[in-house]
């Protein structure tokens, strides 16, 4: 089955513990990006990758990384968390290009005290 | 820099009624227009796009949208709506001229009542 798999689903941490939300998609997709969901704004991009190794910014990429060492797997690193990184965050893959629909994991629900 | 309105937080229609979630962008270049549909609890679904060609594009669920270049919409419509399609729904463009950036509307709460 297709799908993009995150991990954790919910996760409550305090402030400053390094954490990590991996993100894996099998469907051979050169592009990944990770937004975050928070009430009233919508989707907000943080970062994007088009193939392996190559990353850039989005939207609100402050606090966060990230790496792409493999094409199937985009973790999402929040080296020192804050509280207001708490949020919903979701992972998307598709195929290369601006034309193609995003494929979304089920999302990762983020609470940092 | 590109963005997306959608102006009704909210949209409430009796089902059997037909429905319709607005959406107006901006961007650069020519647009290339989604929508997508999220239920509770999960990840956000592909309904439809706009790419080129035909200005009405036909997606999942029996819903459909219209772009309108002139007015820069790109609004969800759907002839009889069902109580399933409760949900929330995001419009979203993609520039031309930049294939990684996605953005987002703020989402429309689309309630179907009996």
């Known amino acids: 089955e297709a799908q993009v798999t995150q991990n954790p689903r919910y996760l409550i941490t305090v402030t400053g513990k390094k954490l990590t939300v991996t993100c894996s998609q099998n469907m051979n997709h050169e592009y990944m990006s990770w937004y975050r969901q928070d009430p009233g704004l919508g989707l907000r991009q943080i970062y994007y990758?088009?193939?392996?190794?190559?990353?850039d910014k989005g939207d609100v990429p402050e606090g966060y990384k990230v790496s792409r060492k493999e094409k199937r797997n985009f973790p999402l690193i929040l080296e020192s968390p804050s509280p207001n990184q708490t949020s919903l965050y979701f992972c998307?893959?598709?195929?290369?290009?601006?034309?193609?629909?995003?494929?979304f994991g089920e999302g990762s629900r983020l609470t940092v005290l | 820099a590109q963005s997306v309105a959608q102006p009704e937080d909210q949209v409430n229609v009796a089902e059997g009624n037909p429905l319709t979630v607005k959406c107006t962008y901006s961007v650069s270049g020519n647009p290339y227009l989604f929508w997508y549909v999220q239920y509770p609890n999960r990840g956000l679904q592909f309904l439809l796009k706009y790419i080129t060609g035909d200005n009405l594009v036909k997606g999942s669920y029996g819903f459909e949208a219209e772009f309108n270049k002139s007015q820069t919409s790109f609004h969800l419509k759907k002839p009889s709506a069902l109580v399933s399609d409760s949900a929330l729904y995001f419009c979203?463009?993609?520039?031309?001229?930049?294939?990684?950036?996605?953005?987002f509307g703020d989402g429309t709460t689309l309630t179907v009542k009996p």
């Open positions: 998307a893959s598709g195929p290369t290009g601006n034309t193609g629909e995003l494929f």
């Open positions: 979203a463009v993609r520039d031309v001229t930049n294939a990684g950036k996605s953005t």
């Open positions: 990758s088009m193939n392996v190794e190559v990353t």
